[in-house]
Antibody
Framework: EVQLVETGGGLIQPGGSLRLSCAAS????????VSWVRQAPGKGLEWVSL???????NYADSVKGRFTISRDNSKNTLYLQMNSLRAEDTAVYYC????????????WGQGTMVTVSS | QSALTQPASVSGSPGQSITISCTGT?????????VSWYQQHPGKAPKLMIY???KRPSGVSNRFSGSKSGNTASLTISGLQAEDEADYYC??????????FGGGTKLTVL
């Protein structure tokens, strides 16, 4: 079964750091474009970052310079390192696969909640 | 990286049809046929309903259809059913090689 499972969310103080993980099964992360998308409480979806199969990355302006996307091919896992966290980063963070044939996010994880608060 | 523009809410009665619009720019919707639509029920992850403007993934009802004209894409749901009540989001590839979502539309089935 093709699946994504996020972990690593939690409560963190402003200015702190957190690393999210997204374990993939049923497909190979390194052969696909995979992304992070977040959703603040009661708000809409916001695209955060992506990493292509070739390793190139891109970020939303709101997180550029603070967040880093990466992957571990041996663990078939995607990561999001989040530094200098702000209250406005509070959200459910989803990882999602950008389909090779469908130019869209075809597979989504269940999400992990990140709360930035003192 | 401004969000795409969607109406905050739409409603319809069972059996009716509704259309949700999604307006962007020539740098996203107008420039590429990589528009997608997602359905999200409360507390759940989004689900892909339409991709490449008009295509449906396997398993998605043919009551869902997509279209595009210029910088505006649309999602039409025909034969509304109670289970269609959810939030709907459009998304597009952009000229900056990023992705952008709409603000979301809450569909109420009366």
């Amino acid at each position: 079964e093709v699946q994504l499972v996020e972990t690593g969310g939690g409560l963190i103080q402003p200015g702190g750091s957190l690393r999210l993980s997204c374990a993939a099964s049923g497909f190979t992360v390194s052969s696909n474009c995979v992304s992070w998308v977040r959703q603040a409480p009661g708000k809409g979806l916001e695209w955060v970052s992506l990493i292509y199969s070739g390793g190139s990355t891109n970020y939303a302006d709101s997180v550029k310079g603070r967040f880093t996307i990466s992957r571990d091919n041996s663990k078939n896992t995607l990561y999001l390192q989040m530094n200098s966290l702000r209250a406005e980063d509070t959200a459910v963070y989803y990882c999602a696969r950008w389909g090779n044939w469908e130019n869209a996010f075809d597979i989504w994880g269940q999400g992990t909640m990140v709360t930035v608060s003192s | 990286q401004s969000a795409l523009t969607q109406p905050a809410s739409v409603s319809g009665s069972p059996g009716q049809s509704i259309t949700i619009s999604c307006t962007g720019t020539s740098s996203d919707i107008g420039g590429y046929n990589y528009v997608s639509w997602y359905q999200q029920h409360p507390g759940k992850a989004p689900k892909l309903m339409i991709y490449d403007v008009i295509k449906r993934p396997s398993g998605v009802s043919n009551r869902f259809s997509g279209s595009k004209s210029g910088n505006t894409a649309s999602l039409t749901i025909s034969g509304l059913q109670a289970e269609d009540e959810a939030d709907y989001y459009c998304s597009s590839y952009t000229s900056s090689n990023t992705r952008v979502f709409g603000g979301g539309t809450k569909l109420t089935v009366l």
